[in-house]
């Protein structure tokens, strides 16, 4: 999987409508190759991440769970933590 691309289910606060473009820009990004892609292939790059960008918002809508919340700062500090043990660079705090 894509670094970039995070689970955006069960959080606190619910995901944003930015969160969710953010990674479908990096999903098609990915699957496509292109960074920014040329003039010629703009149009159908964008469609591509509106569309994936709607897919994700009604999937997110739909999923359901049992389970708690997760909470943003919570799951961030410990990506930090798994960052630092990783890289072995001190975990930047927030």
């Given at each position: 999987?894509?670094?970039n691309i995070r689970p955006l289910f069960n959080f606190e606060?619910?995901?944003?409508e930015?969160?969710?473009r953010a990674s479908a820009l990096q999903f098609v990004r990915k699957i496509s190759g292109f960074t920014k892609p040329s003039k010629a292939n703009e149009e159908v790059f964008e469609r591509a991440?509106?569309?994936i960008s709607q897919i994700s918002r009604a999937l997110l809508d739909a999923l359901v769970?049992?389970?708690?919340?997760?909470d943003r700062e919570i799951e961030a500090?410990?990506?930090?933590e798994r960052a630092?043990?990783?890289y072995?660079?001190?975990a930047a705090s927030v």
């Open positions: 999987m894509c670094r606060p619910p995901v944003s930015d969160e969710i991440v509106d569309e769970t049992t389970a708690q919340p997760r500090t410990r990506a930090r630092a043990m990783r072995g660079t001190p």
